[in-house]
Every structure is written in C-alpha cells, then in structure tokens.
C-alpha cells in the first residue's frame, strides 16, 4: 500500500507518462547534483543558451546549432509539473515552428544525453546550461 512518489505524482516505479499528442509537458525532476531541474515529458534534461535574449525573448541556435541541441516544440496545450505555469510558454523561431520557454529562455535537449536525467550539456561552450525550475541556470542553486 506504500509507494515511493515520483516527481509527477506517480508511484515512482511507475513509467513517466509521455505527452499525448498536442501536448507538450515541462516538469520538475530531481536530478545530482543540482537537485530540482526542467525535464521534458520522457524525463531528458531541458537546457538554455546563453546567446538567446530574453526581453524579447528569441532563440539564437540555428541550423547546425539546432541539429546539436534540438529545441523544444511548444505545443497548443502545455502542461507544467512542479513547474510556475506563469514561467511558461513559446516563441516562433526563425523557421517558423513554436519552442518552449521557461522564464523566457528558449528551452533545448542536448543529443548527447542518451538517457534520462544525463546532463552531459552541462557548461559546453561555456554558454549551455541545465535550466532550474525557474528558467534560472541549475548550477547557480547547488548548495555549496
């Protein structure tokens, strides 16, 4: 009758549920050492670019840029799990699809996390960075 709870709420042995489509889900995961950070709906680490802007906010990776670091596709119905709904929503990119922000920043996936919670994008290039609940970067939060 006891289960260990996971960050959405489920039974933690439980799989994560994925976004149905015209969903997209940002939520709240655990992760060392940074404790809470921004995972997308299969629980892959969410990142910022320090070359975005955010007032406006607009994404700066493109092209080969964006085959490296995929952005996040803002759906019509976004659903936020321990995530301020406020802090989220979208911009149009310069290709015309939507992208997830949180706070503003543009949110991307890294191709070389290959399994859920890697945060091996992490200080690349000095300007990519795992994105805290809030948008803010996730290393700024790590108790020292």
Same mark, same amino acid.
């Not at 995961?29 to 940074?34: A, G, I, L, T, Y």
């Not at 670091?69 to 310069?94: F, Q, Y």
């Not at 992490?122 to 994105?131: L, N």
């Given at each position: !009758?006891?289960?260990?709870?996971?960050?959405?709420?489920?039974?933690?042995?439980? &799989? %994560?549920?994925?976004?149905?489509?015209?969903?997209?889900? %940002?939520? *709240?995961?655990?992760? &060392? $050492? +940074?404790?809470?950070?921004?995972?997308?709906?299969?629980? +892959?680490?969410?990142?910022? +670019?320090?070359?975005? !802007?955010?007032?406006?906010s607009?994404?700066?990776?493109?092209?080969?840029?964006?085959?490296?670091?995929? $952005? %996040?596709?803002?759906?019509?119905?976004i659903? *936020?799990?321990?995530?301020?709904?406020?802090?989220?929503?979208?911009?149009?990119? *310069?290709?015309? !699809?939507?992208?997830?922000?949180?706070?503003g920043?543009?949110?991307?996936?890294?191709? &070389?996390? !290959?399994?859920?919670?890697?945060?091996?994008?992490?200080?690349?290039?000095?300007?990519? +960075?795992?994105?805290? $609940?809030?948008?803010?970067?996730?290393?700024?939060?790590? *108790? &020292?």
């Amino acid at each position: !009758t006891w289960w260990s709870a996971a960050p959405n709420g489920t039974r933690a042995k439980d &799989k %994560i549920k994925p976004a149905a489509p015209g969903q997209t889900i %940002i939520r *709240a995961m655990d992760v &060392k $050492p +940074f404790g809470k950070i921004a995972t997308d709906d299969k629980g +892959f680490t969410l990142y910022r +670019f320090d070359k975005d !802007t955010v007032n406006p906010s607009a994404s700066n990776c493109n092209g080969d840029c964006a085959k490296t670091w995929p $952005p %996040i596709k803002a759906e019509d119905n976004i659903i *936020a799990e321990g995530i301020d709904k406020s802090l989220v929503g979208s911009i149009t990119r *310069a290709d015309g !699809t939507k992208q997830l922000t949180l706070n503003g920043w543009p949110m991307y996936r890294y191709i &070389k996390d !290959t399994k859920v919670c890697q945060t091996n994008g992490e200080g690349v290039g000095g300007t990519w +960075f795992v994105a805290a $609940p809030d948008g803010k970067k996730a290393k700024d939060k790590v *108790a &020292k």
